[in-house]
């Protein structure tokens, strides 16, 4: 599953995957334009569901394409604000609205993120410290609890946003995890953890460290390989400029 697709309000129905939606109290009806690059914009008047936006998108799926076929040549794509954000990790979806503003805002609600930004470039920094705020939030008490549970002893935690690492371990005993860690599904980022915690005792990947991630999570071989290719389902506004 590519990130797009997993993002879109509507996986299934239209090969159009990944456009952004900007609310415009000036608008009168829904418009649909595509930027050099071939980035979708849906502008829509106040208070449009989000189900009329899919229908009309929809609708318009054959002349979408064609643009995008056209302009996508023009310029190397910037990553899109997505219609929605799913956080496998907690199995939250929330719809994402963009407005253009001078202000500078992000308001995160319990299905929805409402965004102000002069541009693309300002909504897209919103998102991305949004995301790392979020992670802690939701990453660190759980990292902290099941430390408890398996009797290791933190000496703190940091949230990153990195390409690279799922996570990390420094000899101080303070963990690092990689806000793109709220993509993954619960038991892979159980396991980074688990791994993570287990470096506690062993600062290396020996057969004994290998023991002791077992010991805690027997199914660790099968979620390192789903960790592996979990970069794949991490959408691209969080590291794409
Ligand atoms: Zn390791």
């Keep these: 599953m590519t990130s797009a697709s997993q993002l879109s309000l509507f996986d299934s129905s239209s090969p159009v995957d990944s456009f952004a939606v900007r ?3 000036r608008a009168r009806r829904l418009t649909v334009r595509v930027h050099i690059g071939g980035r979708v914009e849906v502008v829509v008047p106040q208070g449009v569901t989000p189900n009329t936006v899919r229908a009309f998108v929809t609708r318009n799926t054959s002349w979408i394409d064609r643009k995008v076929a056209q302009m996508g040549c023009h310029a190397t794509p910037v990553a ?7 956080l496998a990790s907690t199995g939250e979806h929330l719809q994402v609205q963009w407005r253009h503003s001078e202000r500078r805002s992000l308001r995160c609600g319990p299905s929805e993120i409402c965004i102000e930004a002069r ?3 300002g909504a897209i920094g919103l998102m991305r410290e949004w995301l790392l705020i979020a992670a802690r939030e939701r990453l660190s008490p759980r990292l902290a609890e099941l430390a408890q549970e398996l009797g290791m ?3 703190g935690v940091t949230i990153r946003r990195q390409r690279t690492r799922w996570g990390s371990c420094s000899s101080r005993g303070k963990i690092s995890l990689n806000c793109s860690l ?3 599904p619960p038991e892979v980022v159980r396991y980074l953890m688990v791994h993570e915690l287990s470096h506690l ?3 290396n990947h ?6 002791a991630v077992e010991r805690h999570e027997p199914n660790f071989r099968h979620l390192d390989r789903q960790l592996t ?4 389902s991490v959408p691209d506004w969080v590291f794409k400029s």
């Design 80 to 86: 899109a604000i997505p219609a929605a954000i799913a």
């Design 206 to 211: 020996s057969e004994a460290f290998w023991r």
């Design 119 to 121: 541009d693309l470039h």
């Design 182 to 184: 709220l993509f993954m």
């Design 229 to 232: 290719a979990g970069w794949r």
């Design 153 to 155: 002893s933190l000496k």
């Design 201 to 203: 005792q062993h600062m």
């Design 23 to 25: 609310v415009s109290p």
